[in-house]
C-alpha cells in the first residue's frame, strides 16, 4: 500500500474566523490520525485573507498538541522569508514538544505576492537564489556540527526529517544532490510533474537520512457519497483558484451547483490543467482516478488535500480517500 498523508492549509470560509478554521485543523488532523495518514503538513502563505497558516509554526504546535502519534510539519516553510537559524530554533522546539514526529518540508517561493514578500523580508534582500546554500546551513544546525560556529538552542541534534519541495526542475535536482525526500506540488502546479520525478530519481545521490528516493506527490480528493455531491462539494476549491488567477484572493466560498457551466472556455480550460492531479466523485470513482494516478507516477506517497466549505463533508471526503488508499 502506498503511504497517505494530509495537506491543509487551513482554510478561513466566507463567514468564518481564524479561529474557527484553527479549530478545524486540530480536528482534522485528529481525523487523519485515525484513518491511517502518515503526516499532517500545513503551508506557510502570506497576505491571504482564506488561509490561516501563515504563523506556520504555531499552527504544527496546535496541530501537535491535539493528535499523539501522527507526524506533523510543514509543506513547507518558506525559507527566503526567514534564517535558517530562525528555522532550527523553531522546529527544534517544536521537536522538543513532539520528538520524533516533526517534518520539515523547504520551499524557496515567497508564499505571497510581490508586496507582501517585501513586508516580510525588510531588510533581508533574499530573494530564493541562496534557498541551497540556506538548507546546508540549516543542515548544519541541526546535525551540531560546528560548520556555523553558532549552536542553535533547540535545535541542535534535533531528529526534524528534512525535505524539498517544488513545482519545477530546481527543487528535484537539489533534493536529488542532497539525498533529500522530495515533495512535488502536483495539486496545483501538475505540468512539469512526470518530469520532475524522472530528474529527481534518476540523479538522486544516497545520503546519511535516505538511501533511495522517495517521492510525494500533491493529489486532490473531493469525495462524497455520490459523484454529483462531489462536483457540488468541488466547486468552492474551484471558485478559489479562478479568483487566484484572477488575482482576487477570497475566502473559501460556498459550492454553487453547475458552477463549471457558469465559466467560459478559458476558465474551464485552466480548472482542467491546475486540478488535472485530482479526484472527483463518490468511492468508487475517487478509488479508481487514485489508482490510474498512482499507476501513472510510482509515487512512493501521496499527500492528499481536500478544501471543502463544510467541514464534516471535508471529514467525509478524507474518509473516503483513506479507504481508497487501503484497497490499492
Do not use: C
Not at 530546481?170 to 496545483?188: I, K
Not at 466547486?235 to 488575482?247: E, H
Not at 482516478?289 to 478544501?307: H, K, M, P, V, Y
Not at 466549505?309 to 487501503?326: G, P, V
Amino acid at each position: 500500500m502506498t503511504a497517505y498523508s494530509l495537506l491543509d492549509l487551513v482554510p478561513i470560509v466566507q463567514g468564518g474566523t481564524a479561529g474557527q478554521a484553527l479549530a478545524n485543523a486540530a480536528d482534522l488532523a485528529r481525523h487523519a490520525e485515525t484513518l491511517g495518514f502518515t503526516r499532517y503538513w500545513v503551508a506557510e502563505h502570506h497576505g491571504m485573507e482564506g488561509i490561516a497558516s501563515a504563523a506556520t509554526a504555531v499552527v504544527i504546535a496546535h496541530v501537535g498538541a491535539a493528535t499523539s502519534t501522527i507526524r506533523i510539519g510543514a509543506g513547507g516553510i518558506m525559507l527566503p522569508n526567514h534564517s535558517p537559524l530562525q528555522v532550527a530554533e523553531q522546529f527544534g522546539t517544536l521537536d522538543a514538544l513532539f520528538p520524533g514526529r516533526v517534518d520539515l518540508g523547504l520551499g524557496r517561493a515567497p508564499g505571497s505576492d510581490q508586496r507582501v514578500s517585501a513586508a516580510i523580508r525588510r531588510g533581508m534582500g533574499g530573494d530564493g537564489s541562496e534557498f541551497p546554500q540556506d538548507v546546508v546551513e540549516l543542515q548544519s544546525y541541526f546535525a551540531d556540527d560546528g560548520r556555523t560556529g553558532i549552536r542553535a538552542t533547540p535545535g541542535a541534534g534535533a531528529d526534524v526529517k528534512l525535505w524539498i519541495l517544488g513545482s519545477s526542475l530546481f527543487g528535484a535536482q537539489l533534493a536529488a544532490a542532497l539525498g533529500l525526500p522530495y515533495a512535488f506540488a502536483s495539486h496545483f502546479a501538475p505540468g512539469l510533474l512526470d518530469e520532475a520525478g524522472d530528474v529527481y530519481r534518476r540523479n538522486f545521490r544516497p545520503s546519511a537520512v535516505l538511501e533511495k528516493p522517495h517521492l510525494m506527490l500533491g493529489f486532490n480528493v473531493f469525495g462524497a457519497a455520490t459523484d454529483d455531491e462531489a462536483e457540488y462539494l468541488a466547486s468552492s476549491q474551484q471558485q478559489a483558484f479562478v479568483a487566484i488567477r484572477t488575482g482576487k484572493g477570497i475566502q473559501l466560498p460556498p459550492p454553487v451547483r453547475g458552477y463549471r457551466e457558469t465559466l467560459g472556455g478559458q476558465g474551464n480550460a485552466m480548472l482542467e490543467q491546475v486540478l488535472s492531479a485530482s479526484a472527483i466523485g463518490g468511492p468508487a470513482k475517487v478509488r479508481e482516478q487514485l489508482a490510474a494516478f498512482l499507476a501513472r507516477t510510482g509515487a512512493d506517497e501521496l499527500i492528499l488535500t481536500s478544501a471543502m466549505f463544510d467541514h464534516d463533508a471535508r471529514r467525509k471526503s478524507l474518509t473516503i480517500a483513506a479507504e481508497a488508499m487501503q484497497s490499492l
